[in-house]
T-cell receptor, first 112, second 112 residues
Framework: GAGVSQSPSNKVTEKGKDVELRCDPI?????LYWYRQSLGQGLEFLIY????????KSGLPSDRFSAERTGGSVSTLTIQRTQQEDSAVYLC??????????FGPGTRLLVL | QKEVEQDPGPLSVPEGAIVSLNCTYS??????FMWYRQYSRKGPELLMY????GNKEDGRFTAQVDKSSKYISLFIRDSQPSDSATYLC????????????FGKGITLSVRP
């Protein structure tokens, strides 16, 4: 079946603008994760959704970052008032009940 | 000190060489250990998964875990140009909602 998909593939924005990144997990996967991959920092956990439980937001770097998951499927990561240090690849992964995580191709965000 | 440290690389080897990739960790709560492979402009894909000390073999790949030394390794035998990619170690500790903690990754180039 289809893997994890993310859109857009690339996003260029100006400092101070808001951006929305989308993730479509594998059908039937109950868990969804967002990670950020940047030069020098590697891959870092941002947020985790599991079913109807409250999300684990412990990795979000500031209150400018938020995410939601509607209907237990699609998720949107929103970054408000973007800063240049937000430039990175944002990766989404999904799994069935916390088992093997399957990653999407990522969204490459560049903040000018 | 980061929770997971990975040899920084990059690493360049001739085709057919044996490659050894290593990570150390500081948190003894880590119980599950993974190696991911990431090709350029793609998401990470799971290569190996283990949870016990010792060796686990899959084809040309062997994952080794030493919990007493907090050290994990990935060995690649008879390396091929198609193995050229970034390799990331990742681990999970119990109670962590399955969120992965990654090493920074090492870029491997296998020369024909």
């Amino acid at each position: 079946g289809a893997g994890v998909s993310q859109s857009p593939s690339n996003k260029v924005t100006e400092k101070g603008k808001d951006v929305e990144l989308r993730c479509d997990p594998i059908s039937g996967h109950t868990a969804l994760y967002w990670y950020r991959q940047s030069l020098g920092q590697g891959l870092e956990f941002l947020i985790y959704f599991q079913g109807n439980s409250a999300p684990d937001k412990s990795g979000l770097p500031s209150d400018r970052f938020s995410a939601e998951r509607t209907g237990g499927s699609v998720s949107t990561l929103t970054i408000q008032r973007t800063q240049q240090e937000d430039s990175a690849v944002y990766l989404c992964a999904s799994s069935f009940r916390g088992e093997t995580q399957y990653f999407g191709p990522g969204t490459r965000l560049l903040v000018l | 000190q980061k929770e997971v440290e990975q040899d920084p690389g990059p690493l360049s080897v001739p085709e057919g060489a044996i490659v050894s990739l290593n990570c150390t960790y500081s948190n003894s709560a880590f119980q599950y250990f993974m190696w991911y492979r990431q090709y350029s402009r793609k998401g990470p894909e799971l290569l190996m998964y283990t949870y016990s000390s010792g060796n686990k073999e899959d084809g040309r790949f062997t994952a080794q875990v030493d919990k007493s030394s907090k050290y994990i390794s990935l060995f690649i035998r008879d390396s091929q140009p198609s193995d050229s990619a970034t390799y990331l170690c990742a681990m999970v500790h119990t109670g962590a909602n399955s969120k992965l903690t990654f090493g920074k990754g090492i870029t491997l180039s296998v020369r024909p």
